[in-house]
């Protein structure tokens, strides 16, 4: 039990860390489509290797991501349709074309519908590699790795991603590429969506991914302070997630995610300028006049 909840704890950290930039960024729904998306790549890049470990079916799930990305912001910048709708489009498209080539030429390949949309982490250290002679799970090695990375980049691109986040056009201005700096920060979403979701499920990486950063906004508009906040949350949210699942014998990930939206509400309403506060505030106003 230790094991399943350090795979998802790193996953935890590895996807909010990433998920900070993207609600600042309002990019929180395009993990949802690229989330499902990577499945055609991983589904591409099986049938060209045959091998569900091989290191091409991350690279096939990448540059689908980069591709659903762009599609979104080719139909967005078209003006014919908002971000949302086009999001909307291009998720269900190369979703679809995703789930007809696993149910037609997959269908004796451990690429189940279900399993990738709920994930069953209970299951992830099972698979094992030995690492200086200590056998750990495979997906806790993997995110690990993809964690490294992804707090090396924050760290080498703190500053561009703080400028792009809250003022791109000043960040253009000052000579800053605001596109590279988004396909990297995309790139990286890409990879460790398809690294997550083998464990956990593409429901609990989209939770992971948007929940925790946006419990953290509602609190601090402060980045470093959100980035911090982010993590405890995220953190947080896996230890009682797992903890609830795993005693009342339900999905662990579904536990995870609910644990979220209700820490999320908990903020919500009762932080210093949740709902709760206003309401009192406004009806202590309306009695004085």
């Given at each position: 039990m230790i094991e399943v909840f350090a795979v998802l704890l790193v996953t935890a950290l590895a996807t909010s860390l990433l998920g900070v930039f993207l609600v600042l960024k309002g990019q929180a729904m395009t993990t949802d489509a690229i989330s499902h998306t990577i499945l055609l790549g991983i589904v591409l890049a099986f049938f060209i290797t045959a091998d569900l470990r091989s290191p091409l079916l991350i690279i096939g799930a990448a540059v689908i991501g980069l591709i659903t990305v762009y599609l979104i912001e080719l139909v967005t910048s078209s003006g014919m349709m908002k971000q949302d709708a086009a999001v909307g489009i291009v998720f269900t498209a190369l979703f679809a074309g995703a789930v007809i080539l696993v149910s037609r030429y997959a269908d004796d390949v451990h690429l189940d519908i279900d399993v990738v949309l709920m994930g069953q982490v209970l299951f992830a250290p099972l698979n094992r590699v030995d690492i200086l002679g200590v056998s750990l799970p495979y997906a806790l090695v993997q995110l690990t790795v993809i964690l490294i990375i992804n707090i090396l980049f924050i760290l080498m691109f703190y500053k561009e991603l703080?400028?792009?986040?809250?003022?791109?056009?000043?960040?253009?201005?000052?000579?800053?590429?605001?596109t590279l700096i988004y396909y990297l920060l995309m790139t990286l979403v890409s990879v460790t969506a398809v690294t997550a979701f083998d464990a956990v499920g593409s429901i609990l990486v989209i939770s992971f991914f948007v929940t925790p950063a946006i419990t953290a906004y509602l609190v601090t508009k402060r980045l470093s302070h959100m980035i911090w906040l982010t993590l405890l949350t995220a953190a947080f949210n896996s230890l009682a997630g797992c903890t609830f699942g795993y005693f009342t014998d339900i999905s662990?990930?579904?536990?995870?995610?609910?644990v979220s939206l209700l820490t999320f509400l908990a903020v919500f309403f009762c932080n210093k300028n949740g709902w709760i506060r206003k309401t009192l505030k406004s009806r202590r106003m309306l009695r004085k006049i």
């Open positions: 703080k400028v792009t986040s809250f003022d791109p056009v000043y960040a253009a201005a000052a000579g800053i590429s605001t662990i990930s579904g536990s995870v995610a609910s």
